[in-house]
């Protein structure tokens, strides 16, 4: 009379397996699940009895006990009906217990007995321990990419049970899609001018580096970070796996299964809250925007409208790759690993105190940049100040290097970052970087000038010689020298805007 | 401090939130603690409706002085031999003053009254700042408002000139009515190394209008107003229409036609105004002034004048890559994309060049944008 049966649920985008032990006996009817489930979890023994019934499978009208062990961790979502309605046919003696021996089982139930899909599948199949798992048909392509031949899928409850039975073969697992061909990533060629900022992007591809535009309204802040993700390289077999999981587990998109092959690019409305961007909520704990665009770019524009909590929350994960989130309920480590592109008007008007278009006083200014802490901006390794394109670029200026052909050279600056161990150089540690072999004399006594006047600090020392590795990379030389320092100087010049305030 | 009984009834009189004008004939023909009697009766002929007499309670007057002691203000009422004599000659110099720091430092001193936009530009609070500086350089008091922007700038710069002269702040509010950070230190820094003065009694609200009010006293207290940054209809020009009527003369920091912050300059330039390039041309304005005024010390010129002359300056020998990028560069800052364009180098290049036409002192970078020095 007990039955159990292995399943898994979602810990942030992680699976926890779970196992379903199902109890019926004599006594009084009625039906108890203990071992903290949620909202969702309770309400499936409704859920489960109207598709049993209605699949004509039964109700046992005794009494059935479902423990969720172990019994101390949280249980969330609706994926553990499939399991409590096979533990009930196996428990009431329905279906014979060697059918669903070494049988795993994730899967939400309509009152109709259809079985649904549920988010974070990926995750979920990865962590049961089982020789099949039966999936919902429609997102059996998805766990297919984690647990292959094991998984098994099927549309409706009693599908599962005629399949178990051996009365019928099991369903097609759906076909599975690599990135959808039709979204085509905006292309840099239709950016007029702004070769500084091109190259910025070039710069921030190759080597990992954060980026902040400052500029006024219609400088093409926007329309410039869009074109990033196109010039990232693909990513690799193990990161669109972990992107699948990390949007699968958010409910947000990949249903359908596809394993994206290029880098999301995530930007969040200012008006989002902390959860939505950092991770968390009430019922379950999902991955906020930050993880969603793990692997990718992340795009906060009109950086100094966000409120000051979710800025402080970007530094953890801008650092660590991770983000933390502590609830009561429990903690949980959401992957966040992302590019950060920021875009903010050096004042409230726009135009930065330039004088005959600035309409905001002195300590409007200061109040709009003070929003932005030092230790967030001092993660920007590359900060340069725009301006609005010449009327003659816009109509009729020269086309830049198409996304192709950057992405071309981002792709062999990479390579060579690879050769020193690391993702990209903005990962490289101290050791590494402040080795004096590969910088030229000119630009270390250029670095030693701007230190010993102050405008450049220990940690900005370590970010610059950083980006100026990036640069000498993209030009296919070994050694750093004076024109990469400079350059790397350049373009983290706009940075003083938001660390002083003021103007003059 | 506990006040004269004069000083505690002016000080009362001007509790009662009366306008200037109404307070001078309050103590006309009176002298403080007679005129708070007969408004008290109902008596004074200066108030026939009566309108002050149910506010002249006795409990205002212990308010007022407890307030003063507080704030550490002290009072005088016009007439009396402390009354400063700069604006002892004025029709409409207020008939009780609430100050701190030295009100004797305006005497004997050339003065010339910094005023201008709280939202200034960058331009204007630089230009604001070295006149402050200089003007106390040059043994001149700066009297402004203790306002944001271009008051506060001229008392900066005034103040930080080591042994300047002495600098006056003319409030617009009471002396606790200054309510910001950056405000109360330059209160506190005036009272230190000059003087601030306030029309209203410590602990009474002030209201608007006392702003463009009280701009009439730094007029009187000015031998010339230098306006430096103003808006079209800005609150300076209150000051300067007071400074008109008073024949004191008005100069003005001319600007770029293209800024908003300029628009009143310019315009008073274009009415007349004597135009004003550096603290030079105010001491000129200031001497012509004081021709007739042997009892005030005349202002110390700087032994050379700071003024540039402009081109034929010896430019540091270039390389050609600097030279091209030095010539791309004008005295408004431009982006380093601008920079790129005009000067038909690499980024890479330019770079380089910038980098060192910052260390030669030719190119400044200002928020990744870069111009030449303003000298």
């Known amino acids: ?504 | 401090m506990t006040l004269t009984e004069e000083q505690r009834f002016g000080a009362g009189l001007a509790a009662l939130g009366a306008s200037p004008g109404m307070l001078r004939k309050f103590l006309d023909g009176y002298r403080a603690p007679e005129a708070w009697e007969a408004i008290a009766r109902g008596r004074h002929r200066a108030d026939p409706e009566r309108r002050y007499r149910d506010k002249a309670v006795p409990r205002i007057l212990d308010t007022v002085e407890s307030a003063c002691a507080r704030s550490g203000v002290s009072v005088v009422v016009f007439g009396h031999v402390h009354y400063p004599r700069a604006l002892a000659d004025d029709r409409q110099a207020p008939a009780v003053l609430f100050s701190t720091g030295d009100a004797a430092v305006l005497e004997g001193r050339p003065r010339v009254a910094v005023v201008g936009t709280r939202s200034a530009t960058p331009y204007g609070l630089g230009v604001a700042t070295e006149l402050g500086r200089d003007l106390a350089r040059a043994g001149v008091v700066v009297v402004s408002g203790l306002a944001v922007g271009i008051d506060a700038a001229a008392h900066a710069g005034a103040l930080g000139v080591d042994d300047g002269a002495p600098t006056v702040g003319v409030l617009g509010t009471p002396h606790d009515g200054v309510t910001t950070r950056s405000q109360l230190a330059l209160r506190d820094a005036l009272g230190r190394r000059g003087a601030v003065l306030s029309e209203i009694p410590p602990g009474f609200h002030s209201a608007r209008w006392w702003f463009a009010v009280r701009n009439r006293v730094m007029a009187a207290l000015a031998h010339v107003v230098v306006v430096v940054e103003c808006h079209h209809r800005g609150g300076s020009l209150h000051t300067v229409a007071a400074a008109v009527a008073r024949g004191v003369t008005v100069t003005a920091v001319p600007g770029s036609v293209r800024s908003p912050a300029s628009v009143g300059t310019n315009r008073l330039l274009v009415e007349g105004a004597v135009p004003v390039r550096d603290v030079d041309d105010v001491l000129t304005a200031v001497e012509l002034c004081l021709v007739t005024r042997p009892d005030i010390t005349p202002p110390r010129r700087p032994p050379t004048p700071p003024r540039s002359k402009g081109p034929g300056r010896r430019e540091p020998p270039l390389s050609a890559s600097q030279r091209r990028v030095h010539r791309a560069l004008d005295h408004d800052p431009a982006t380093l994309e601008a920079v790129v364009r005009r000067s038909g180098l690499s980024l890479g290049e330019v770079s380089v060049a910038l980098e060192a036409l910052a260390d030669a002192g030719v190119a400044v970078g200002v928020h990744g944008r870069w111009a030449r020095p303003s000298d």
């Open chain 1, 1 to 504: 009379m007990l039955a159990c049966i292995p399943s898994a649920t979602l810990h942030g985008v992680d699976g926890r397996s779970v196992s379903v032990e199902v109890h019926v006996s004599a006594g009084l009817p009625g039906f108890t699940v203990v071992g903290l489930p949620d909202a969702a979890v309770r309400e499936s023994r409704d859920r489960v009895r109207a598709a049993l019934l209605s699949s004509g499978l039964g109700w046992p009208s005794r009494r059935v006990t479902v423990n969720l062990a172990p019994s101390g961790a949280r249980k969330t979502g609706a994926g553990l009906d499939l399991p409590i309605a096979m533990g009930l046919l196996v428990a009431g003696d329905v279906l014979p217990a060697r059918c669903v021996e070494r049988t795993g089982f994730v899967g939400e139930l309509g009152l109709d007995g259809s079985l649904r899909p549920v988010p974070g599948i990926a995750s979920l199949v990865a962590a049961i321990d089982a020789d099949h798992i039966v999936v919902p048909a429609a997102v059996s392509a998805e766990a297919a990419l984690v647990a292959g031949e094991r998984v098994r899928a099927a549309s409706t409850v009693a599908e599962v049970v005629a399949a178990l039975q051996g009365r019928s073969p099991w369903a097609e697992t759906a076909p599975l899609r690599v990135s959808p061909p039709e979204r085509k990533e905006p292309d840099l060629l239709d950016v007029r001018g702004q070769l500084v900022a091109r190259r910025a992007l070039e710069v921030a591809a190759a080597g990992g580096h954060h980026l902040l535009f400052v500029g006024p309204p219609g400088s093409g802040k926007t329309m410039l970070a869009t074109r990033l993700p196109g010039i990232l390289p693909d990513l690799v077999r193990d990161e669109s796996l972990e992107v699948l999981r990390i949007h699968s587990a958010a409910g947000a998109s990949s249903l359908g299964a596809a394993l994206a092959r290029r880098p999301p690019f995530r930007a969040p409305h200012h008006g989002a809250t902390e959860v939505a961007i950092v991770g968390g909520g009430t019922s379950w704990l999902r991955p906020g925007e930050i993880s969603l665009a793990h692997a990718g770019v992340l795009f906060l524009d009109e950086l100094g409208e966000f409120p000051a909590p979710v800025l402080d929350a970007l530094r953890q994960p801008l650092e660590e790759h991770v983000i933390r989130v502590r609830r009561a309920r429990g903690a949980i480590d959401f992957p966040a690993r992302f590019l950060l592109v920021g875009a903010m008007n050096p004042c409230p008007c726009g135009e930065g105190g330039l004088p005959g278009a600035c309409r905001c006083s002195d300590v409007m200014r200061r109040r709009y940049l003070r929003r932005l802490s030092a230790p967030l901006l001092d993660r920007f390794d590359l900060a340069i100040a725009l301006g609005r394109p010449d009327v003659e670029d816009l109509l009729d200026g020269p086309p830049g290097d198409s996304s192709a052909v950057v992405a071309a050279r981002v792709r062999r600056a990479r390579a060579l970052a690879q050769g020193r161990g690391v993702r990209c150089n903005s990962e490289l540690g101290f050791d590494t970087i402040d080795g004096p072999s590969t910088l030229s004399a000119d630009a270390a006594a250029l670095l030693e000038r701007r230190l010993r006047s102050g405008s450049l600090s220990a940690r900005g020392l370590h970010r610059v010689r950083r980006v100026a590795q990036t640069i000498a990379d993209l030009d296919g030389v070994s050694g750093v020298d004076e024109r990469h320092v400079a350059e790397a100087l350049q373009l983290r010049a706009a940075r003083s805007t938001l660390m002083t305030g003021a103007g003059a």
